[in-house]
T-cell receptor, first 113, second 114 residues
């Protein structure tokens, strides 16, 4: 089955700096890659996603890049703010079922004011 | 639309008891997914159900765990004879189709086995 690895496990940045989280996946058949933000004790919430026919997608301060050949994708957050502090999860899902996710282990992002 | 509703939010069970976790999908959603999140870890897929059918249970432990999604009522994740290792947050997500790329998660049920 699919195996998603995520790095780093923790990331501390100064407010205003950029943060980058990287994930790799093993199954070349995976074709949908969402990113979820989870605040302590709350539900995961989708913040951005990308399909395998797209190399990059941006939404305000958040961007995701995908390299299908290398089987890795990354989340980029610019101009970080304290409210960006949370755990971020990458995920991959296989062809035919966009909602069966294989999640990475998470990155705890701490944005220091 | 009230979103995906899970109850209870917190559940405490003694070892050997049964735990029943409920998930009501969003209105119009007929696909339900259950995930388990152990402390400090990511979410692990458990099972995917449509109304009255288990479609994919490849992530379910072979014993003590079962799931259903009846024609009427919520989806139920049932854990029999709970052990301490079952302590986790259990999330369900729903979507209208498998091709819809935004799955909506519920708030989760935090199960503590004492």
């Amino acid at each position: 089955g699919e195996n998603v690895e995520q790095h780093p496990s923790t990331l501390s940045v100064q407010e205003g700096d950029s943060a980058v989280i990287k994930c790799t996946y093993s199954d070349s058949a995976s074709n949908y890659f969402p990113w979820y933000k989870q605040e302590l004790g709350k539900r995961p919430q989708l913040i951005i996603d990308i399909r395998s026919n797209v190399g990059e997608k941006k939404d305000q301060r958040i961007a995701v890049t995908l390299n299908k050949t290398a089987k890795h994708f990354s989340l980029h957050i610019t101009e970080t703010q304290p409210e960006d502090s949370a755990v971020y999860f990458c995920a991959a899902s296989p062809i035919g079922n966009f909602n069966k996710f294989y999640f990475g282990s998470g990155t705890k992002l701490n944005v220091k004011p | 639309n009230a979103g995906v509703m899970q109850n209870p939010r917190h559940l405490v069970r003694r070892r050997g008891q049964e735990a029943r976790l409920r998930c009501s999908p969003m209105k119009g959603h007929s696909h339900v997914y259950w995930y388990r999140q152990l402390p400090e870890e990511g979410l692990k897929f458990m099972v995917y159900l449509q109304k009255e059918n288990i479609i994919d249970e490849s992530g379910m432990p072979k014993e003590r765990f079962s799931a259903e999604f009846p024609k009427e009522g919520p989806s139920i994740l049932r854990i029999q004879q709970v052990v301490r290792g079952d302590s986790a947050a259990y999330f369900c997500a729903s979507s209208p189709t498998v091709q819809n790329t935004e799955a909506f998660f519920g708030q989760g049920t935090r199960l503590t086995v004492v």
